[in-house]
């Protein structure tokens, strides 16, 4: 999907922090830790490079969520921490990303053993369901960027590229000004929408630089009988 830099919210500090793996204990041993039926599926491959990388596949798919290929860089404690449980060398990591039908080998089969389902249209409109109706109760963008994630993490949905996200919490959030809009202008007579009109755009009689809404915006000032008249 072409994502119209206009609708990106992040900057890329902030989205490194938010793709970033973090090497604290809690994910380590709530997401990197194998259980007997993992080693099993992780020990089919013979090679040790293979057995190494397969293992942090299933990792990132868990958390934070997207995929092999859009994590960069795995923090040093966490492959490690992963070598440690399949009896293999940090090191060897090094050879895996050499073929990459390889990586797609695998991830297919990540997907089959553990019922992730890649993010196609149906699943983009079925998140984005579930957003809208967040939107119209909450519409910072930090805020619902977290909670469409978390929402894809609780389905077993790979994550699509942040920008993705970036642009469906952006279009939300304008369906959503739409449909407010809307519903406020139909609870309103035409005299009301002339009053309005009026606030909008007529100057002000003691400030004609400014409109009535302008003048309405400032801040009164010091808290003094005078400005409470």
Known sequence: MKITRGREL???EQRQTLMQIPDDEWV???YYTFSKQDLEVINKRRREENRLGFAIQLCVLR????SYNNNKGIPDPVVDYISKQIGATSS???LYPQRENTLWDHLKEIRREYDFVTFTLKEYRKTFKYLFQLVLENGDAIHLLHEVIDFLRKNKIILPAITTLERMVWEARA???RKLFNTISKSLSNDQKM???EIITLPHPSEPNKTILGWLK???GYP???TFL
């Open 10 to 12: 992040l900057t890329p």
């Open 28 to 30: 380590l041993g709530t």
């Open 63 to 66: 958390y934070p969520g997207w």
């Open 92 to 94: 060897s990591l090094s």
């Open 175 to 177: 369906m959503a000004e």
């Open 195 to 197: 009053k309005l009109e």
């Open 218 to 220: 400032e801040p009164p």
């Open 224 to 226: 003094s009988p005078e």
